[in-house]
């Protein structure tokens, strides 16, 4: 009988399975919090032919006491049964190593081959622990790596003592490799925190720990894929340490004018303040033989690149060394034989300062690297190639001057788009960090050029809470562009632009971009004149907003238009001044304003809503609402409560849209191994996303536990005209509700929970929304009410009647019940309604269904008259006098008229003429 077992070695790149014969058995479920785990006939060799299988349910830590096996043999700790997933194979590891498991199973397996020639001593000593992680270090360890471990929920808490007892020797801790996601290593001297490394920090320094007794404690999330290793060097305390150098400062040799002495091993680490480099030159040296050295290292680390070894013969006064950031550190080791005067070393901080008079190009050579470009009359202009490759933890920061405290103009990553960087006056600070990988330089992963180019307005920064864009032209015949970029590094606010006016000439444009580059997103392109554009937002998680003006007339047109009297910035107070290098321009010309903007910054369009009533709007409400928006609000819903949103207003431009969903949760507990975690689980109902100009339907939310999230988008990305397009917003109420509820079914019963209880003089309030399912050649008739919104038209109701039921005119119904209820009340409210189906024969020529007593009622109740067809008294409209009564009167009235007409003409001709007798024709000729 045989079983077989399938693992995955550490840094193998195939599966390896191995054939154990059953053998001897050994091993057995580990049930103490802690204990030993020792091979078989321990402290004496372990047999061949073992099959050894230990199991521990509970998080636990395993680290090596002892451990030598023979050639073949096996140690494998997995995360779970044997066909789980390997942690470590032990027998890899070389002196000091801990493994840790977060699963509720891990199992421990040892295999041992039949061998011909077995190592004599043979045995191993592993120590688990359940409850924490404290494992001594020997003084005989040379690394110490983090734990070993697979990714999982659990957070990794272990703590390494290292304990040498002299009182002579400093101890320098290294990182050999340092891969920190998420997580932090502190070093200790006791309580006292010597430093404290996180992600942020990808290339630590060495620490010196100035007694034998270091701590190390590592607090790791699991759930990520990290490491690091760090390695210790013991050195004489009392030429060994830490010192800060603000000013010129002079580093000697021990015993400096003396000879120093046999067998020193001394580690000086020099640090001066950021964006400074430090340069070191000897005013005297002096060493006895070749065996003594002085080693000088670009960083702080015994593995930072040499920049000099320097041992006796050196030729060095009048030589200096320049580092390539703030620290440097120098290892002076001497032999056992000659000694001598040793060296004096003046060491003096500097800044960086880099001549940009010439265009030229910079390449990394450091972990850190600073760069100062001066000007005379001129901005700096710094391009970084677009194909380069840098690595996740490299950045290059950008200021506006040659301290950080200028304001960043540019900060750019591994991920993020790369824009030029100009600055707004002659000064720019550039600092790159993180070229140093896994010990080794990446010079080839960045290049870049600068160059200066002349103040005259067409670059401009803005840095300031606010600010504001004057651009005028003027007639040229050269084509002409301008820049000008509103930086938001520190991402905590949305930038609001508007552009007042834009008067643009033939071929000629203005490009607004969400983000810093050209390779950002263009939120629109303007081609044509406007006047008083919408608000346009960026949001604030993008790393700014450049806009772009551009002219792409040929050289020679005489319509072209150039900057003259410049670009005025309120924030930058940078004007155009004419200057006399400039061409000799006709005075007649007058200047041509083409645009106009400001920009602000406001806090983000997000709100809780925690009071139990309130009202929505949208920026910028009742006027229009800004371009570009994305403006989040969350109602919470207090445990059995529902939520009752009433649309307003809603009036949205195409491609804009307003979003409701319901979220609900709750939380449970889970325990892994010995702990207890708390989780929560988060679903999400959509609930409509509504767009246009109709006011979409009331929305009763019944989500216990829950709250409900509304999203208003006015994004330029699904529009494909690429306009500007806005509109007056949205206007939505919200309150908490006791009751209520969404029915679709064609019957129910709607009455208020007995479970609801109310203190004195409080007032419950249930809404109901009733929608009709469709039925084939139907249409619903319900009890009580109209409309699916609470603007919907109501229908009289008495709430203390009973046993008459009321008639709704559509498939559609809105209720809402009031109350006040006392103390010791117990009322009992319910509401049953149905669905009438009406056949075609009862319908309005509409399609409403006709209720019975519409009929011939004298009312257009079905809103077409044809309820009134057929009826004996005429049509709605013609109540009162019947209609031949009606001619009748007409009829008198206008012969009643034609008479009096008669009348009134007789006599006026009776008194007009004295002769008048009779009526007659005055053309008819008269008798003689």
């Not at 203005?510 to 554009?533: C, F, H, P, R």
């Not at 409900?708 to 109420?733: C, D, M």
Request: hydrophobic share 35%; net charge negative; with cysteine.
């Amino acid at each position: 009988m045989s079983t077989k077992m399938k693992s995955y070695l550490l840094g193998a790149t195939f599966l390896l399975t191995v054939e154990a014969a059953v053998g001897t058995q050994c091993g057995g479920p580990l049930t103490n919090n802690s204990g030993t785990i020792t091979s078989p006939s321990y402290p004496h060799p372990y047999g061949v032919d073992l099959n050894c299988t230990w199991t521990i349910k509970k998080t636990v830590y395993i680290s090596i006491k002892e451990l030598v096996l023979d050639a073949g043999d096996q140690l494998l700790v997995y995360d779970g049964a044997t066909d789980g997933v390997l942690i470590h194979n032990i027998t890899e590891t070389k002196g000091f190593g801990v493994v840790y498991s977060s699963a509720n199973l891990t199992t421990i397996v040892f295999l041992s081959v039949n061998t011909t020639s077995p190592q004599a001593d043979r045995r191993f000593v592993l120590l688990y622990n359940t409850a924490e992680c404290v494992i001594p270090v020997a003084p005989s360890t040379s690394l110490l790596p983090s734990p070993y471990f697979v990714q999982s929920a659990g957070t990794i808490n272990c703590t390494y003592v290292l304990n040498i007892n002299s009182s002579q020797h400093v101890i320098d801790l290294t990182f050999v490799q340092f891969r920190l996601k998420k997580g932090q290593v502190s070093v200790k001297e006791g309580n006292k925190t010597l430093a404290t490394f996180t992600n942020d920090d990808q290339n630590p320094s060495d620490v010196l720990v100035p007694s034998g007794s270091v701590i190390v404690n590592m607090i790791l999330s699991a759930s990520l894929k990290q490491n690091f290793t760090l390695a210790y060097s013991k050195w004489d305390k009392d030429c060994s340490g830490m010192k800060t150098v603000e000013t010129k400062t002079v580093v000697s040799s021990p015993n400096h004018h003396g000879n120093y002495d046999n067998n020193l091993h001394c580690l000086i680490t020099l640090s001066s303040p950021i964006n400074s480099t430090l340069r070191l030159e000897f005013s005297e040296f002096i060493l006895a033989d070749a065996n003594d050295l002085v080693i000088i290292r670009d960083g702080g680390s015994v593995l930072s690149d040499n920049i000099a070894v320097l041992s006796a013969g050196s030729q060095l006064v009048g030589v200096y060394y320049l580092t390539s950031s703030n620290v440097t550190q120098i290892q002076f080791i001497t032999d056992q034989l000659l000694t001598a005067r040793g060296f004096q070393l003046v060491v003096t901080p500097e800044a960086q300062v880099t001549d940009v008079s010439e265009p030229g190009s910079v390449l990394p050579s450091s972990d850190v690297i600073s760069y100062q470009f001066q000007a005379e009359d001129s901005q700096v202009y710094v391009v970084f190639r677009p194909d380069a490759v840098i690595m996740p933890n490299t950045t290059i920061e950008c200021y506006d001057g040659f301290s950080p405290d200028d304001g960043m103009v540019g900060y750019l990553t591994s991920v993020s788009a790369f824009h030029p960087v100009f600055s707004s006056g002659n000064r720019l600070l550039v600092i790159i960090k993180g070229f140093l990988h896994n010990g080794t330089m990446t010079r080839q992963y960045l290049s870049g050029s600068f160059k200066t180019v002349n103040n005259d307005g067409t670059l401009l920064n803005s840095l300031k809470e606010t600010g504001s864009l004057a651009l005028t032209l003027m007639e040229d015949e050269y084509p002409w562009n301008a820049t000008w970029l509103i930086h938001n590094y520190e991402a905590i606010e949305v930038i609001s632009l508007k552009l007042h006016s834009v008067t643009l000439g033939q071929n000629s444009s203005v490009s607004i971009y969400e983000g810093l580059s050209d390779q950002s997103w263009l939120m629109t392109k303007i081609n044509v004149s406007t006047a008083d554009l919408p608000e346009i937002y960026i949001p604030k998680d993008s790393d700014g907003c450049r806009l772009v003006y551009e002219t792409n007339h040929k050289q020679g047109d005489a319509s072209l238009d150039r900057l003259d009297v410049g670009m005025q910035a309120v924030d930058m107070q940078l004007v155009r001044m004419h200057t006399a290098e400039m061409p000799d321009r006709s005075v007649d010309r007058m200047p041509r304003p083409v645009l106009k903007a400001t920009y602000s910054r406001l806090p983000d369009c997000k709100a809780n809503m925690t009071d139990h009533s309130g009202t929505i709007l949208t920026p910028g409400y009742p006027g229009l609402y800004p371009f570009n928006a994305d403006c989040f609000w969350n109602i919470s819903i207090p445990k059995h409560k529902l939520i009752h949103l009433s649309f307003n207003t809603f009036d949205l431009a195409p491609f804009h849209q307003v979003q409701v969903s319901g979220i609900s949760y709750y939380d449970y507990n889970k325990t892994v191994g010995i702990e207890t975690e708390r989780y929560r689980n988060v679903s999400m109902t959509d609930l409509g996303i509504f767009g246009g100009q109709s006011k979409p339907n009331d929305i009763v939310w019944n989500g216990n536990n829950s709250h409900i999230e509304v999203r208003f988008s006015s994004g330029f990305e699904k529009n494909p005209t690429g306009g500007v397009y806005v509109a007056q917003g949205v206007n939505i109420s919200y309150e908490v509700i006791d009751c209520g509820g969404n029915f679709t079914g064609s019957n129910a019963t709607l009455n208020i929970p007995h479970g609801i209880i109310a203190g004195s003089n409080v007032t419950l309030t249930c809404v109901w929304i009733i929608s009709l399912p469709n039925i084939s050649r139907t249409n619903g008739l319900l009890v009580i009410r109209d409309g699916p919104s609470s603007a919907s038209e109501s229908i009289p109701l008495n709430a203390t009647a009973t046993g008459n039921p009321l008639l709704s005119r559509t498939d559609k119904l809105w209720i809402k019940y009031t109350f006040q209820m006392s103390q010791n009340d117990n009322q009992y409210f319910q509401l049953n309604y149905t669905t009438h189906v009406c056949p075609k024969s009862q319908q309005c020529n509409n399609s409403i269904c006709m209720h019975d007593d519409w009929r011939c009622n004298g009312r257009d109740d079905c809103g077409d008259g044809s309820d009134e067809d057929g009826c004996t008294y005429g049509k709605p409209g013609q109540e009162g006098y019947a209609g031949w009564v009606l001619g009748i009167v007409i009829v008198a009235t206008f012969i009643l008229t034609i008479v009096l007409t008669i009348i009134v003409l007789m006599i006026y001709r009776r008194y007009r003429y004295s002769n008048y007798s009779e009526l007659r024709d005055l053309m008819a000729p008269v008798p003689t």
